[in-house]
């Protein structure tokens, strides 16, 4: 399958990232992130951030042993770029607004010239520093193709070949999506990522479309966390999906997906809901005797994954729903062997007393049985 970038976005709403703080809670998700296959992490904008607090320099210095390369997100001001090359970010994503944009239009000709001459002088920045350059189309789904091939086409002429597709308020169906991006990509032949919204929870569906469509990058956040719209594109996510569905010849190590995002969440004071796909807590757990007897018998029967892959456990839930089996095997982790027979009895005063609570039965009041 061909390869693809997965970005992590997740702290674009940020102040800078202090880089020389070796105990930095942030570098070390960022450090886990690398480790699981993430390739580039965007690390704050100079839009959040004051002043910078040290600046850096050396490449090994910068990256601490951390394979992912650093971005920042900013506006197309070299005052911007400036602070962005301050803390060592490698990559530079120059971020516009295509509104009331439309070189052939006399009306917007002054906005159109000015957009394109800040687009000018920050590329040409940018470019005499040795930085990396990403050109982002904010809320690219509000345009028409001629209006971000022109845009495109211009800073092709300066020696930028990388674009971000962001999606904002403006959503489209997937399925539509795949068919624009493939356009995009032939018309324009230029590298494209993109930013998916979560508006109307498509944002994953949105970006394994763009992934089929041939973008080289997909931008994410952990647990699909943002400060402004309706979220993106999980990472998890994205990241299970081009594991399992797309069989991604890069080799995602996944395992701890769920202590990462429990670390976000602390990081973030945003928590995952526990039946959140990928790595919510309580995606393992299984009541119904039906499913419990499949899941004993042949896990696959009710589970897409094992839940090892992503660093959670099985859980066997005991409630009014549950079946004599479900007793056995959840009874023998207590160390406990029950014939048929005596399952059935516990069985009774479980499916009792859960009625009663109007909950399943904690480990406690089983054993209490």
């Not at 990522?193 to 109307?200: A, G, H, Q």
């Not at 569906?205 to 979220?231: D, H, M, P, Q, T």
């Not at 995606?283 to 005797?289: A, D, T, V, Y």
Request: proline share 2%; hydrophobic share 40%.
């Amino acid at each position: 399958m061909k390869e693809v970038k997965l970005i992590d976005v997740t702290f674009r709403d940020f102040e800078l990232l202090d880089l020389s703080d070796h105990n930095s809670q942030l570098l070390k998700i960022i450090r886990m992130m690398a480790e699981m296959g993430v390739e580039e992490v965007e690390i704050g904008s100079p839009v959040f951030t004051e002043k910078i607090k040290k600046m850096v320099s050396g490449k090994d210095k910068i990256k601490e042993k951390i394979d992912s390369k650093f971005r920042s997100w900013n506006r197309p001001m070299i005052s911007d770029l400036r602070k962005s090359l301050q803390v060592g970010v490698e990559l530079v994503v120059i971020s516009i607004s295509l509104k009331n944009f439309n070189l052939r239009s006399k009306k917007d000709n002054n906005s159109a010239a000015k957009l394109l001459n800040d687009l000018k002088t920050s590329i040409n920045y940018a470019e005499t520093k040795g930085l990396g350059i990403i050109v982002e189309l904010q809320n690219a789904s509000a345009f028409n193709l001629s209006q971000l091939l022109e845009v495109t086409a211009f800073c092709k002429k300066m020696g930028v070949n990388r674009f971000s597709y962001q999606e904002a308020e403006t959503v489209i169906d997937p399925l539509k999506f795949k068919k624009r991006i493939k356009d995009i990509i032939r018309t324009a032949d230029i590298k494209l990522e993109v930013n998916c919204s979560n508006i109307f929870q498509t944002a994953a569906a949105a970006s394994l479309a763009a992934y089929n469509a041939g973008v080289s990058g997909i931008c994410a956040s952990f647990n699909g966390f943002s400060k402004e719209f309706c979220r993106r594109t999980a990472l998890e996510e994205i990241m299970m999906i081009l594991k399992k569905i797309e069989a991604s010849d890069r080799k995602y190590k996944t395992e701890k997906l769920f202590e990462l995002s429990q670390l976000m969440g602390e990081y973030l004071k945003d928590f995952p809901a526990d039946n959140k796909a990928i790595i919510g807590k309580g995606i393992f757990k299984h009541e119904s005797g039906i499913h419990v007897d499949g899941i004993l018998k042949n896990p696959i029967t009710y589970e897409a994954f094992s839940p090892a892959e992503v660093g959670l456990s099985r859980e066997i839930i005991i409630g009014k729903h549950s079946g004599k089996k479900a007793v056995i095997a959840k009874y023998k982790e207590f160390g406990i062997d029950l014939s048929l027979k005596e399952a059935e009895l516990k069985l009774k005063k479980i499916k009792r007393k859960s009625i009663e609570l109007k909950r399943a039965l904690t480990e406690a009041e089983l054993k209490n049985i």
